[in-house]
């Protein structure tokens, strides 16, 4: 349906684009006459625009295009996980940030106590359904903190991790810094192998697995339900604990683990894709049986979470932008990805599009020459990514697609010249094996 603000809002970007405009907008009352309509038609433009942070509002002068917004997605950018930093609520932050040294004294720019801010984690222990207890949510600087926290505390403690195969880059980078080799298990479009993790949890071979029930990155897949309940099964029977990494929850439906067993689960909700990544924090949340030992280690690496960005973040969640914001947010992404499954539909190789998140996937056969399809996409500007970061054994199965920035209009024609590349490539002998290091 196209709105009258929408076509404002689409003129003033094309204006913008076209250089008419170089730093004021037209006043809302002149907009409000070339459109036929109301000044409030014209706000609402104006305010969705200032939300995009493509303009911005400067009291009782008028609005002016954001000369900072620069960072407009390359148009066929399917590689890259960073958010545009124009869906990103900005105009919300300011004011939370402004109000926050408006209304704190100077402690906010004080440390913070290692555990995090006791109004925020209070916020977050009260927003799951069941009763979670304020002492076992921690804040910590981002789910990077939380990944070096864990593998510090196994390393000390000399227990293992096992991972599911791919899983999220970082964790395999962080493992690698510190000389750590996790098991691994296999995960597919269609779940995990919970067989093989049966085996190795009776074997006793690990005591904490790394996973993401829902979008899972780089598969773009949720666990099924079955598998949901009998991995909970698994971890009460052989007694080892879950972490569940639920990096994109606002975006996320179905249900998490740690909603079916908060005992068994380490929860960390990340506020970067779906808030700012700026703002460095993420949420553990960690059963009773494991708090103070996860304290203690907390207390040592957790570099101290910014006390103004958790104040700031505290606002943001209890004031009105927040449900707002994340409904345009799920609105944008869940279009990219309708237009990516339209787009993907004749794609010759199984893959998953999610209903609304980040990724997509398409796994590939063993012998497909991955490198040489990045390379000739590459060569036409256009970037994708294959998994073999994400992969503990470092092999090839398939290419993440990013929704994070790709502009909306370059989806249909970078997925048809993905395909068209895949079948020049799937049709022709190869020169040389593709050879990853
Ligand atoms: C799997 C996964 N977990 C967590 C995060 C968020 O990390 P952080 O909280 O350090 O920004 C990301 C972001 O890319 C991710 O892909």
Same mark, same amino acid.
Do not use: W
């Given at each position: 349906?196209?709105?009258?603000?929408?076509?404002?809002?689409?003129?003033?970007?094309?204006?913008?684009?076209?250089?008419?405009?170089?730093?004021?907008?037209? @006043?809302?009352?002149?907009?409000?006459?070339?459109?036929?309509?109301?000044?409030?038609?014209?706000?609402?433009?104006?305010?969705?625009?200032?939300?995009?942070?493509?303009?911005?509002?400067?009291?009782?002068?008028?609005?002016?295009?954001?000369?900072?917004?620069?960072?407009?997605?390359?148009?066929?950018?399917?590689?890259?996980?960073?958010?545009?930093?124009?869906?990103?609520?900005?105009?919300?932050?300011?004011?939370?940030?402004?109000? @926050?040294?408006?209304?704190?004294?100077?402690?906010?720019?004080?440390?913070?106590?290692?555990?995090?801010?006791?109004?925020?984690?209070?916020?977050?222990?009260? @927003?799951?359904?069941?009763?979670?207890?304020?002492?076992?949510?921690?804040?910590?600087?981002?789910?990077?903190?939380?990944?070096?926290?864990?593998?510090?505390?196994?390393?000390?403690?000399?227990?293992?991790?096992?991972?599911?195969?791919?899983?999220?880059?970082?964790?395999?980078?962080?493992?690698?810094?510190?000389?750590?080799?996790?098991?691994?298990?296999?995960?597919?479009?269609?779940?995990?192998?919970?067989?093989?993790?049966?085996?190795?949890?009776?074997?006793?071979?690990?005591?904490?697995?790394?996973?993401?029930?829902?979008?899972?990155?780089?598969?773009?897949?949720?666990?099924?339900?079955?598998?949901?309940?009998?991995?909970?099964?698994?971890?009460?029977?052989?007694?080892?604990?879950?972490?569940?990494?639920?990096?994109?929850?606002?975006? @996320?439906?179905?249900?998490?683990?740690?909603?079916?067993?908060?005992?068994?689960?380490?929860?960390?909700?990340?506020?970067?894709?779906?808030?700012?990544?700026?703002?460095?924090?993420?949420?553990?949340?960690?059963?009773?049986?494991?708090?103070?030992?996860?304290?203690?280690?907390?207390?040592?690496?957790?570099?101290?979470?910014?006390?103004?960005?958790?104040?700031?973040?505290?606002?943001?969640?209890?004031?009105?932008?927040?449900?707002?914001?994340?409904?345009?947010?799920?609105?944008?992404?869940?279009?990219?990805?309708?237009?990516?499954?339209?787009?993907?539909?004749?794609?010759?190789?199984?893959?998953?599009?999610?209903?609304?998140?980040?990724?997509?996937?398409?796994?590939?056969?063993?012998?497909?020459?991955?490198?040489?399809?990045?390379?000739?996409?590459?060569?036409?500007?256009?970037?994708?990514?294959?998994?073999?970061?994400?992969?503990?054994?470092?092999?090839?199965?398939?290419?993440?697609?990013?929704?994070?920035?790709?502009?909306?209009?370059?989806?249909?024609?970078?997925?048809?010249?993905?395909?068209?590349?895949?079948?020049?490539?799937?049709?022709?002998?190869?020169?040389?094996?593709?050879?990853?290091?």
């Amino acid at each position: 349906m196209n709105f009258k603000y929408t076509e404002i809002m689409d003129f003033v970007k094309t204006e913008i684009a076209r250089g008419t405009y170089k730093s004021k907008l037209p @006043s809302i009352r002149g907009m409000a006459i070339r459109f036929s309509c109301s000044n409030s038609t014209v706000i609402k433009a104006y305010s969705e625009l200032e939300n995009q942070g493509i303009i911005y509002a400067a009291p009782k002068s008028g609005y002016f295009i954001n000369q900072n917004n620069t960072d407009e997605g390359k148009e066929f950018d399917f590689y890259s996980g960073i958010p545009l930093s124009s869906y990103l609520p900005f105009d919300s932050m300011e004011k939370a940030y402004a109000s @926050s040294f408006r209304e704190n004294n100077m402690s906010i720019m004080n440390y913070s106590y290692s555990r995090g801010y006791d109004k925020l984690r209070e916020l977050l222990a009260e @927003s799951f359904p069941m009763p979670i207890d304020k002492d076992n949510v921690f804040i910590l600087s981002g789910t990077q903190n939380f990944i070096n926290l864990i593998v510090a505390m196994t390393t000390r403690n000399q227990q293992d991790i096992l991972v599911e195969d791919p899983t999220y880059n970082l964790l395999l980078g962080a493992l690698d810094a510190y000389g750590k080799k996790p098991q691994h298990i296999r995960r597919d479009l269609n779940g995990l192998d919970l067989d093989t993790l049966e085996e190795k949890a009776a074997n006793k071979e690990f005591r904490y697995f790394f996973t993401m029930t829902r979008n899972h990155n780089p598969l773009g897949t949720s666990l099924p339900k079955k598998q949901r309940a009998r991995l909970l099964k698994l971890a009460e029977t052989y007694d080892f604990y879950i972490v569940e990494d639920d990096y994109l929850k606002e975006l @996320s439906g179905d249900d998490c683990l740690f909603h079916d067993d908060p005992d068994r689960v380490i929860y960390v909700r990340s506020f970067s894709k779906t808030i700012s990544p700026s703002l460095r924090l993420c949420a553990m949340i960690v059963p009773d049986a494991l708090r103070s030992e996860i304290s203690r280690t907390n207390s040592y690496m957790n570099t101290g979470a910014s006390l103004i960005s958790q104040d700031v973040l505290h606002r943001y969640l209890t004031g009105d932008a927040y449900l707002k914001n994340t409904r345009v947010l799920r609105d944008r992404i869940e279009e990219k990805c309708t237009l990516l499954k339209t787009a993907l539909k004749d794609c010759p190789y199984p893959y998953h599009v999610p209903d609304v998140g980040l990724y997509a996937y398409i796994e590939l056969p063993e012998d497909f020459r991955t490198m040489e399809l990045l390379d000739n996409l590459a060569a036409k500007g256009m970037r994708f990514r294959s998994d073999v970061e994400f992969s503990a054994d470092r092999e090839v199965r398939g290419l993440r697609i990013s929704l994070s920035r790709v502009e909306k209009k370059a989806i249909e024609k970078g997925i048809q010249e993905l395909l068209h590349e895949m079948k020049s490539i799937s049709s022709i002998k190869p020169k040389q094996k593709d050879i990853y290091i």
